[in-house]
């Protein structure tokens, strides 16, 4: 049986007195909205030291962007452990879970992931993570596809969302290209321009030498 993603979310904020728990450290914080915000599950998947994926932190969203509310220092795999010691020595982070969201060896689930694990499993989802195909969603501006009952389908993605991966992936592929190399993607749309110039093939009828034969073939 795969990972179940909100299970496991809930075990490890059981040491802060479960979600109610975590809820009253936000209103603590400021948080206006602490008793209704959404929690998402951070989960990880480092092959070289992990067989499975695991849940390692907590985000919120507000408006389009996360951020973790919860993350762990040191988790039950003794070379994840031993890797953030050694990326620390370099990089200044403030807990393991967002060292392995940096490094790609994690994700902040959406409701879109969620629906995609369904369909496949964890490890999957994660793989495309390390491959850049799927968004971290860390520390970035993101619209991503949320599952509501009034959700407004767009498209040409299905209601239940049974043919939707293939599309949302490359429609966050095409976003995070286009962020990441704008000069990339405007020089990569201005050659489609021009392709499509280069194309465009005119006949001028007037003076056209077709033979008999050739108008019968296509009348």
Request: glycine content about 6%.
């Amino acid at each position: 049986m795969g990972l179940n993603a909100n299970q496991r979310m809930s075990e490890i904020l059981r040491p802060l007195g479960g979600e109610e728990g975590l809820r009253k450290k936000l209103r603590t914080h400021g948080y206006s909205d602490w008793n209704t915000i959404s929690f998402y599950p951070i989960i990880a998947y480092f092959p070289k030291y992990m067989d499975s994926c695991d849940v390692v932190g907590v985000a919120v969203r507000s408006n389009y962007s996360f951020k973790i509310v919860y993350g762990c220092i040191k988790t039950d795999y003794q070379g994840v452990n031993e890797w953030y010691s050694y990326v620390s020595l370099h990089d200044d982070y403030n807990s393991l879970t967002e060292a392995l969201l940096d490094h790609h060896k994690a994700m902040i689930a959406t409701e879109v992931d969620v629906q995609d694990a369904k369909l496949r499993n964890w490890e999957s989802i994660l793989e495309e993570v390390h491959d850049g195909v799927r968004r971290t969603k860390y520390d970035v501006d993101d619209d991503d596809f949320l599952l509501t009952d009034s959700m407004n389908i767009t498209f040409g993605v299905s209601s239940d969302f049974t043919d939707s991966s293939d599309i949302l992936s490359f429609l966050e592929a095409l976003k995070d290209f286009s962020a990441m190399n704008p000069k990339r993607f405007i020089k990569f749309v201005e050659q489609g321009e021009e392709l499509e110039e280069e194309l465009e093939i005119k006949f001028d009828e007037d003076n056209a030498d077709w033979n008999d034969d050739f108008i019968n073939e296509w009348s």
